[in-house]
Nanobody, 123 residues
Framework: QVQLVESGGGLVQAGGSLRLSCAASARTSSRYSMGWFRQAPGKEREFVAAINWSGSTYYTDSVKGRFTISRGNAKNTAYLQMNSLKPEDTAVYYC?????????????????WGQGTQVTVSS
């Protein structure tokens, strides 16, 4: 069982930056890929970024060049550095972990989810 705890959300003006963190507690030595998803009011949850066990990263087009996903050295923490934020980035951001070497952009392929953290970007 893996528990994920996100932190770092908040209110920021357009053009500003935030860094989200996701701490994973795992009782096994299984290798997990990790991802970030977001859900805006009235919209479906969408893929933002993912990183696999070896460190390869993947992004949705709307955040490429602005967001960076990374992992801590112990690989049980994931980060999402968000720069040049736009009002359309406003959403609840969720961290997810997948019991696989490979990352995925499909939410149903993730096994564990955090509780979410609110990111609000004002214009």
């Amino acid at each position: 069982q893996v528990q994920l705890v996100e932190s770092g959300g908040g209110l920021v003006q357009a053009g500003g930056s935030l860094r989200l963190s996701c701490a994973a507690s795992a009782r096994t030595s299984s290798r997990y890929s990790m991802g970030w998803f977001r859900q805006a009011p009235g919209k479906e949850r969408e893929f933002v970024a993912a990183i696999n066990w070896s460190g390869s990263t993947y992004y949705t087009d709307s955040v490429k060049g602005r967001f960076t996903i990374s992992r801590g050295n112990a690989k049980n923490t994931a980060y999402l550095q968000m720069n040049s934020l736009k009002p359309e980035d406003t959403a609840v951001y969720y961290c997810a972990a997948r019991s696989s070497w490979d990352a995925s952009s499909r939410s149903y392929e993730y096994d564990y989810w955090g509780q979410g953290t609110q990111v609000t970007v004002s214009s």
